[in-house]
């Protein structure tokens, strides 16, 4: 193999890093996880760990939706 292959490879692979790096965070942020320290512990672990990272991601909860059903059950408390 040349060089130039393998530095074309190392691009490619950092690009594809890089990018599922950037999903993590649009899916920390679609969560709910906007600031804070888990949200850094989310992206460090992406950035540092790859996969390890996603799955933590992925185990998150989702405060969105946890919001909706807190208000949807007050909703349904009030009414006779």
């Not at 490879?9 to 599922?20: C, E, G």
């Not at 540092?48 to 989702?62: E, I, K, M, Q, R």
């Amino acid at each position: 193999m040349s060089t130039g292959f393998i530095i074309a490879l190392v691009i490619l692979a950092l690009a594809v890093h890089i990018t599922i790096v950037i999903a993590m965070n649009q899916a920390m942020e679609d969560k709910g996880y906007g600031r804070g320290r888990v949200r850094a512990i989310g992206l460090v672990l992406c950035a540092v760990c790859g996969f390890c990272g996603c799955v933590y991601v992925a185990a998150l909860s989702d405060l969105v939706s946890q919001e909706a059903g807190r208000r949807i059950l007050k909703s349904l408390e009030k009414k006779p």
